[in-house]
């Protein structure tokens, strides 16, 4: 099969698209022939040597993917060859086949086509697992989303108004905000011209955020406590803001409020698999009324995925970036 490798960390230039040996199914695990994965940050931490795979896992980036199964491995129950799937990865989708845990595939949502299908498990599985089984946001608070035009903000975006929770974010632009505010968020903030802090609290008259979700860290972290409402939770999900903060613990206690960080692709696979059941149960069949639905920006060929990381690294786009294999034609 044919794969994109890393032979060197590097710019997106050190992507190739290269010859590789099949995966084969191991326990509990399934072959999919891919057709089509979506690209995420943590691939391009990958390319530039600095988010290693967990051990044992594929070498390739790829954090999720859509395609058909191709093949059960021993002690594999309730799939069968041929079935069309979505799946959480630890490694491995930007290629024509993948081998996962049996418990981290999901079926295709009703509504939605095999290709469109690969931008949902990552984000579904992070929002749902940091917002509601971590923050456990209720209807009637408020969250507020950093990047809520990402692949991660726009699913926050729907899951928290399905619930019936009042939604902020920020994001870079007008056509960005836009955006959010068609999918259901009620404040929109450009974080170029405004500070998130004042906005959220004169939105919810001085309050501030019950559940705030980050994907900064450490440049954000003194300002998303202060936007925290008392018995406030942040959950930081990403760095890009980088990774060394000071933290006012004061702020923190007079809030009563609770910090965590989580990383989903190193996560035992136990644990993967009950954050996939979760999604399946609650988030499924909200996509399959019509009431949330995966937020495309655009599809590229699998084979240029030097071009979709580029994508990603300009920040110009609205949702998520696909890489479909070619002869989905698709592309």
């Not at 009950?274 to 399959?288: D, F, M, N």
């Amino acid at each position: 099969m044919y794969a994109i490798t890393i032979p060197e960390p590097g710019g997106p230039e050190a992507l190739q698209w290269a010859e590789v040996p099949d995966p084969v199914p191991g326990e509990g695990e399934v072959l999919i022939d891919v057709a089509a994965s979506a690209v995420n940050r943590a691939d391009l931490l990958q390319r530039q040597g600095f988010y290693d795979p967990p051990p044992g896992s594929s070498p390739y980036p790829g954090l999720e993917c859509s395609g058909r199964i191709a093949a059960l491995g021993p002690g594999v129950a309730g799939w069968s060859v041929g079935d069309e799937v979505c799946a959480l990865l630890a490694g491995g989708g930007y290629a024509e086949r993948v081998a996962v845990p049996a418990g981290q595939v999901l079926p295709v949502p009703d509504g939605v086509d095999l290709v469109t299908a690969a931008a949902l498990p990552e984000v579904t599985s992070t929002v749902w697992s940091n917002v509601f089984m971590v923050a456990h946001l209720r209807p009637g608070e408020t969250l507020l989303a950093h990047g809520g035009a990402s692949g991660i903000g726009t699913m926050a975006i729907q899951l928290a108004k399905a619930v019936g929770a009042k939604v902020a974010v920020t994001a870079g632009g007008k056509e960005k905000l836009a955006y959010c505010g068609e999918l259901g968020a009620d404040v929109l903030i450009d974080y170029r011209e405004q500070d998130f802090v004042e906005e959220v609290r004169a939105a919810t008259d001085g309050a501030g955020a019950d559940v705030i979700l980050d994907i900064m860290g450490a440049k954000y972290l003194d300002r998303n406590v202060r936007a925290l409402a008392v018995n406030g939770r942040l959950a930081i999900i990403g760095m890009q803001g980088g990774v060394k903060a000071e933290l006012n613990i004061a702020a923190l206690l007079g809030k009563r409020g609770a910090i965590t960080a989580t990383s989903l692709r190193g996560r035992p696979v136990a644990e993967k698999t009950a954050i996939v059941a979760a999604v399946r149960e609650h988030v499924w069949p909200l996509i399959g009324a019509g009431q949330v639905r995966p937020v495309v920006d655009r599809t590229l060929p699998m084979r240029d995925a030097a071009a979709a990381h580029r994508v990603l690294e300009e920040s110009g786009h609205i949702g998520k970036v696909l890489l479909v294999r070619e002869e989905q034609g698709a592309v």
